[in-house]
């Protein structure tokens, strides 16, 4: 291609008719829920997605898509499917309201992950873990828990082993990441300089 | 990177009275109480057609803006500005990732609007049809066409529709280091060598025109779209933010010595507002519906890039895949 | 130890880098997907920072400046090996790149933690998790890819069998090889190139590649001595035609 971008000209031709040929369909992938924790000790945030074909390869791509900037020290990733929702709420109206109260259950037991949604326009926010057979269960058990104080507009639960954590190695991902400056509006103060040919100009 | 323009134009507001009026009526007054609408909540479908129109352009801009700057990370002078640079496009292809996170929620799957950009079917941001024929080229639109993607993407930010103002919160705050590196690159040319100094004027000769295109046509002649204010789509006029962006940031250009090629460029000290030369119009329209500059290679680039990456991904898709609208 | 020695150590690594870095960044915009193309010009922002680093270390021993050292010289005063100077070509061939030159980075840095020159085991242990990212990248690609479909396996067993012979020359040996062994500086390119071609194998052996006789394959040297490729020089043109109109201002 004639271009003033050499790497645009660098690129190989690829004739239009190749895009004919029906794509297949989610030529995207699917989506992964991504959950980063800022600080050591501090609870998970939902902080996006990312579209991956499965769940190692949407913990490789959500690292850099969700944590190449802000210091945090640990990720992890679910399959959307595997997060489930209840009722949306607003207003007074508390969610954990529509939740049924919990029914014991004898079927085994396996462990999910609760989280709040406790403002309306903000992100979930990791509550804790309960034991239980089904979502279902595992959000009545989470009221009889979690439900105190703060109205919570809308909870999550998702299995735990469905999601793909941090191993304990792995925790040394981020620990470069304070240094790399030139990502940082504050490595690029341009007052001094600004200031003596301001100076010069006079 | 989202520049206003014929975003809005034209829109018929007709299926608005089909609508149930008692919900209509709770989400009209969620909005004003300046609450966010969440996915699952009900909505007009008028409301999130727009909104996807809206978001889905804002992607394209983003993804297409790493375009022009682009072309520089191989050539940047020195390590500081290279690894800037790299960085700095790396978080717009990072900003399309998370808008158009933000418009699936709405219900159109990515592959959906990247097949619409690629046809032609979708717009994206004006400005990124022009070309960057020098360095300088390239640190005036780190520096300004952010500055001026930031005005829109601030007024946005506070907007009723909750997916996209979250991702505009985490896009903003990486747009700070976009607009100091931009300025930072501008400053030293500014107080650099004569040829440094004429190679930023000449670029900002060029870019000017585009640049008062970038915010959409004057609201003279564009189309008043009350409704979307009222929703909290739309969050300023476009002459309200051509006016900010002149405000903040003529004085700066003008503080390093460099002169706008305008010469009834002013501000008019009794209404506060900036005079200008009326922008060209048609000129805008030409390039918006395909003939600028740089239009064809921009898409053509884009489709080659998708069919280059297509056995990557044709690999990979597993047979169970479902595509399933995102959580928030 | 010989300051010579500890020199030309450094700029073999530092040209590797900012040659490998300054490749993989031609992919930022263009990637196969957007995820995919944030992470990998990640890695060509680390690869780069890197480099960097080690610039500076020379530079704290008498050399220019890093903008000078990277920017002004000319490619036969380069050390990169050939492998890093090649042009990107396809996807594949620029993951399969990055698997071998990245497996060897981790391997190179985790001998030089023990380093008896101090700051190259400093840098060592300071960018362990940054290079822990990249190989779980690299491998998790080749893993899935290698294992996908005939166009993927055919596409990457292709660009493997073309890489091997440069990938070699990562490890042409130095004039001081003996010297900085002795002086516990680098362990040397024998035995760091022993345990990659394990841990490459490794990781082949679990897709559906095959990986050839490697007693057949003549290595690709040269490029430590500043014999290159005629894909270097319009590199190096390119990465500074800014930098060169004008090389003692400040941009
Ligand atoms: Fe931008
Ligand atoms: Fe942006
Ligand atoms: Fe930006």
């Known amino acids: ?202 | 990177m989202y520049g206003g323009g014929n975003t809005f134009e034209g829109i018929k507001t007709d299926s608005i009275q089909q609508e149930d009026p008692k919900r209509l009526a709770e989400f009209e007054s969620r909005i004003d109480r300046g609450e966010k609408i969440e996915p699952s909540d009900w909505m007009p479908a008028l409301y999130r057609k727009q909104l996807i129109r809206m978001i889905e352009q804002h992607a394209h801009s983003e993804i297409i803006g790493a375009l022009p700057e682009g072309t520089w990370i191989t050539r940047a002078p020195g390590f500081k500005r290279k690894m800037a640079l790299m960085a700095k496009v790396q978080d717009e292809v990072g900003h399309a990732q998370l808008l158009y996170s933000a418009a699936e929620t709405l219900g159109k799957s990515r592959e959906k609007m990247i097949d619409d950009l690629i046809s032609g079917k979708s717009k994206y941001s004006n400005v990124f049809n022009y070309p960057t024929y020098t360095w300088a080229d390239c640190c005036f639109i780190s520096w300004l066409v952010d500055a001026g993607a930031i005005v829109n993407q601030l007024a946005n930010a506070k907007g009723s529709y909750g997916p996209y103002c979250r991702a505009l919160d985490r896009i903003c705050a990486e747009e700070s280091f976009h607009l100091k590196y931009g300025h930072h690159c501008v400053i030293h040319l500014a107080s650099g060598t004569q040829i440094q100094k004429d190679m930023f004027q000449e670029a900002l000769n060029r870019w000017w025109p585009p640049m008062m295109h970038f915010f959409g046509p004057s609201d003279k002649i564009s189309i008043h779209t009350d409704v979307l204010m009222r929703w909290k789509v739309k969050m300023g006029t476009n002459d309200d933010m051509r006016n900010q962006f002149l405000d903040m940031y003529v004085p700066k250009i003008w503080e390093l010595g460099f002169t706008i090629p305008d010469p009834k460029l002013g501000k008019n000290p009794e209404t506060g507002r900036w005079e200008y030369t009326e922008p060209d119009w048609e000129e805008f329209k030409r390039v918006i519906n395909g003939d600028g500059p740089c239009n064809k290679e921009r898409l053509e680039v884009r489709r080659i890039a998708e069919e280059r990456g297509r056995w990557v991904r044709e690999a990979l898709k597993s047979p169970q895949a479902v595509y399933v609208v995102p959580l928030a | ?251």
């Open chain 1, 1 to 202: 291609m004639n271009s003033l971008d050499p790497r645009v000209i660098r690129l190989p031709k690829i004739e239009q008719e190749d895009i004919i040929s029906p794509k297949i369909p989610l030529d995207q992938f699917g989506t992964f829920e991504v959950f980063v924790e800022p600080k050591e000790g501090k609870p998970f945030q939902h902080e996006g997605i990312v579209h991956a074909p499965n769940l190692e390869m949407a913990y490789i791509l959500a690292k850099e898509a969700f944590t190449r900037r802000f210091t945090c020290t640990s990720l992890y990733v679910v399959d959307t499917r595997e997060v489930y929702v209840s009722p949306m709420t607003e207003g007074e109206n508390n969610a954990y309201e529509l939740i049924p109260d919990a029914k014991e259950s004898l079927n085994e037991k396996t462990t999910f992950e609760i989280y709040h949604l406790i403002k309306r326009g903000k992100q979930h926010v990791h509550q804790g873990h309960v034991a239980a057979s089904n979502p279902t269960e595992a959000m009545a058990i989470a009221k009889t828990i979690y439900n105190k104080g703060k109205t919570v507009f809308n909870i999550w639960a998702i299995q735990s082993d469905k999601i793909r954590f941090t191993t304990q190695e792995e925790k040394d991902l981020w620990v470069t990441l304070p240094e790399k400056k030139f990502r940082d509006a504050s490595d690029y103060k341009g007052g001094s300089k600004l200031k003596a040919f301001l100076e010069k100009e006079k």
């Open chain 3, 1 to 251: 130890m010989s300051e010579i020695a500890l020199k030309e150590l450094l700029y073999k690594m530092a040209d590797d880098q900012l040659i490998q870095g300054h490749r993989n960044s031609e992919w930022t915009g263009m990637g196969p997907l957007l995820e995919e193309d944030i992470a990998f010009s990640s890695m060509a922002q680390d690869t780069i920072g890197q480099s960097l680093a080690l610039y500076n270390l020379l530079h704290q021993l008498g050399e220019s400046d890093p903008d000078t050292i990277a920017f002004t010289r000319n490619s036969t005063q380069f050390h990169n090996c050939v492998l890093t100077e090649l042009p990107n070509k396809e996807y594949d061939f620029s993951l399969i790149r990055h698997f071998m030159f990245d497996t060897a980075q981790a391997i190179r840095y985790e001998a030089l933690t023990r380093s008896s020159y101090l700051p190259l085991s400093q840098l060592a242990i300071k960018i362990r998790g940054e290079l822990r990212y990249h190989t779980l990248h690299a491998n998790t690609w080749i893993k899935q890819l290698g294992s996908a479909t005939d166009e993927s396996i055919e596409r990457l067993q292709k660009s493997l069998l073309y890489a091997l012979p440069f990938a070699l020359g990562i490890f042409e040996e130095s004039p001081y090889e003996k010297e900085i062994i002795a002086s516990g500086i680098f362990e040397g390119e024998q035995k760091i190139k022993e345990k990659w071609l394990t841990q490459i194998q490794k990781i082949i052996s679990q897709t559906r590649l095959t990986f050839p006789d490697i007693d057949l394959i003549q290595p690709v040297i040269g490029g430590r001595t500043g014999k290159h490729s005629e894909h270097l020089q319009p590199l190096l043109d390119e990465m500074s035609e800014v930098f060169r109109i004008d090389p003692t201002t400040e941009w």
